[in-house]
């Protein structure tokens, strides 16, 4: 009965333990997620704090060059949608001029400009007037996208399709993402490239489209539809790099912008930077929607490997991310 009693008497008191310990777990969880919650507060109050009254960060200060940016704009009679692209990127605060890439055979109607100039016109805010140019060329050559500008006022270009709608917020972190890399390209469309391991020759190569980035996790181009790039690239392409390219360009229609990814690569060593992005596709029909497209970028891959001696992509898996749009990293 001793035995008993003293059984009892120590699984009382176990009992009392255990529920004071674990009392003192909740309370102190309790203030753990109050400590937690405080933190979040201040935190998302802390630009209010700290005298900061804009939503963007504050960047060092840039040359005046750096400032803003150009949009480059590849077109072809499609007059409706380069009405739309035009209307909406001169509404974003860092563009400082359009140019818009003529080839057609026709030179744009007076009707056009107008209605582009008083759209240019209709969205400057703060005193600020976008600039905006036709680039007529006599020629129809893909080529022309990437002719010298000689009198461009800003080291970064945009190089955009008609058809390709992107948020201001969006490109304005691109370029963000340009100024802290300005000798590389910075795009929204990411490609591959691999080598061919069913041929013998171990300098042949593959080139892969979105669904092989999305496979692989890792890519080696940015395609210039939408991609920033510096303005001495233009005089590159246009003047250093082998005619040879550019005459098979002309020819075939196609891979100018993988000639692009090339001159840059060879120039600087590095990969270019992917910068994720949600496209607006206003556009039906393109180059890439015809049968045999990725066959024949294959065969401009391996053309271009031959004209510049070897391989200048380099692959890599960075993607640059706006962190301030996200909960969770």
Known sequence: MRTGFVNRRMVQRFRQVAISTVGSLKIKLLLCCCIGFSLIAVASRA?????????????????DSRKGYSIVMNTWKRYDLLKQSIS????????????????????PSDSLKKFLNHIVESNAKDGRLVELKFDINKED?????FKEITDLKTDAIFSIDDDVIFPCSSVEFAFSVWQSAPDT??????????VDST?????????????????????????????????KYLSLYTNEMPASIREYITKNRNCEDIAMSFLVANATGAPPIWVKGKIFEIGSTGISSLGGHSEKR?????????EFGGMPLVSTSVKAVDS??????
């Open 324 to 329: 301030r749009k996200i909960w969770f990293w």
């Open 88 to 107: 909406h990127y001169t509404t974003c605060s860092g563009l400082d001029s359009i140019h818009i890439v003529w080839s057609e055979p026709d030179p």
């Open 298 to 306: 294959t065969e401009c891959v391996n053309r271009f490997v031959a």
């Open 47 to 63: 630009p209010a704090f700290l005298g900061w009254t804009g939503s963007s960060i504050s960047m060092p200060p840039i040359s």
């Open 199 to 231: 041929k013998d020759n171990l300098g042949s190569y593959i080139y892969g489209g979105w669904w092989s980035v999305w496979w692989t996790g890792s890519y080696s181009m940015v395609l210039s539809k939408a991609a920033f790039f510096h303005k």
């Open 141 to 145: 050559s893909l080529n022309n996208r």
């Open 185 to 194: 390209m910075v795009g929204y469309v990411p490609r591959i490239h691999w």
